[in-house]
């Protein structure tokens, strides 16, 4: 109905209000001449901006990000794409039993799942007198990660059955051949 239409309209602009109306203030407020913050600025200005610019930590923390992005990405694709190919192709002992397990990380609290990462990697590290490094948070990113890739790729994997793989193997082609040339291009756009 019209009223309920109104009502829906209503409700989503106060929450899309309530998500971007704080960050526009933040982003507003750094255009800020003052050092604290002040409603409404008395004067904008790009000095922060610029001071961003001038800092030491600013280039190596992108390297860092950078980093920690592609090897969180390699190692989700790489897993991800395992575990959904052994989830949808093969019958297993503990098949639901593992596909639970890697829905887990997304599917609790964020700060759950970095608590527990925090006290695993302590737990392991500190026998050894080795500290958190940045390989622990490639691995605590690729926990994330590799649920998507897993929901992305198993879900293509169902859609697509296996018919074109054994129409390939029937045809003469080993399984890599038959991963290269057939299931990778039809699985790409999930990946």
């Given at each position: 109905?019209?009223r309920?239409?109104?009502?829906?309209?209503?409700?989503?602009?106060?929450?899309l209000?309530?998500i971007?109306v704080?960050?526009?203030?933040?982003?507003?407020?750094?255009?800020?001449?003052?050092?604290?913050?002040?409603?409404?600025?008395?004067?904008?200005?790009?000095?922060?901006?610029?001071?961003?610019?001038?800092?030491?930590?600013?280039?190596?923390?992108i390297?860092?990000?950078?980093?920690?992005?592609?090897?969180a990405?390699?190692?989700?694709?790489?897993?991800?794409?395992?575990?959904?190919?052994?989830?949808?192709?093969?019958?297993?002992?503990?098949?639901?039993?593992?596909s639970?397990l890697?829905?887990?990380?997304?599917?609790?609290?964020?700060?759950?799942?970095?608590?527990?990462?925090?006290?695993?990697?302590?737990?392991?590290?500190?026998?050894?007198?080795?500290?958190?490094a940045?390989?622990?948070?490639?691995?605590?990113?690729?926990t994330?990660?590799?649920?998507?890739?897993?929901?992305?790729?198993?879900?293509?994997?169902?859609?697509?059955?296996?018919?074109?793989?054994?129409?390939?193997?029937?045809?003469?082609?080993n399984?890599?051949q038959?991963?290269?040339?057939?299931?990778?291009?039809?699985?790409?756009?999930?990946?």
């Amino acid at each position: 109905s019209r009223r309920a239409r109104y009502l829906l309209a209503t409700l989503l602009g106060i929450g899309l209000a309530f998500i971007y109306v704080p960050m526009a203030i933040v982003i507003l407020n750094s255009f800020n001449t003052s050092k604290t913050f002040s409603w409404p600025p008395q004067s904008l200005s790009l000095t922060w901006w610029g001071k961003i610019g001038n800092s030491a930590g600013l280039y190596d923390s992108i390297i860092s990000s950078i980093k920690v992005g592609i090897g969180a990405t390699a190692i989700a694709l790489l897993l991800g794409t395992c575990i959904a190919f052994a989830v949808s192709r093969y019958n297993f002992y503990g098949k639901n039993t593992l596909s639970l397990l890697v829905i887990f990380p997304i599917a609790l609290p964020g700060v759950v799942t970095g608590i527990a990462l925090n006290t695993t990697l302590h737990t392991l590290l500190d026998p050894m007198q080795k500290e958190l490094a940045l390989w622990t948070i490639v691995i605590g990113h690729a926990t994330f990660c590799i649920v998507v890739v897993y929901n992305n790729v198993l879900a293509r994997l169902r859609r697509l059955g296996g018919t074109f793989e054994e129409a390939s193997q029937d045809l003469g082609a080993n399984a890599f051949q038959t991963f290269r040339y057939v299931t990778l291009p039809l699985i790409s756009s999930a990946l």
